[in-house]
């Protein structure tokens, strides 16, 4: 993993949390699929791997870029997004 990957920020400060974090990061580094995490205004705050390799263009890995950017190269978010849902759905 890149260190500009990381999920936690500076913020973090309590161990447990932070011990809990990095297991999830390995969790989902172990994993072929794609994981990413993404903040309600679609930054990417966190992508495994698999996430970028997805990108066949030799872009760079721009954390904090929006999703839609950063993975399908548009200008907006996807019509199919999964993510508009949940976060028209419920409080993040």
């Not at 990061?25 to 072929?32: F, I, N, P, V, W």
């Not at 993404?38 to 263009?57: I, P």
């Not at 999703?67 to 978010?77: G, I, K, L, S, V």
Request: proline content about 5%.
């Amino acid at each position: 993993m890149c260190d500009s990957e990381r999920l936690d920020g500076p913020r973090q400060t309590d161990p447990i949390v932070a011990a809990r974090i990095e297991a999830i990061k390995q969790l989902a580094e172990g994993l072929s699929d794609r994981v990413a995490v993404m903040d309600s205004s679609f930054n990417v705050v966190y992508a495994n791997e698999a996430a970028w390799a997805v990108d066949q263009t030799h872009t760079p890995r721009r954390l904090h870029a929006k999703c839609y950017e950063a993975f399908a190269h548009r200008t907006d978010p996807c019509g199919t997004c999964p993510a508009i849902r949940v976060f028209e759905a419920s409080e993040v």
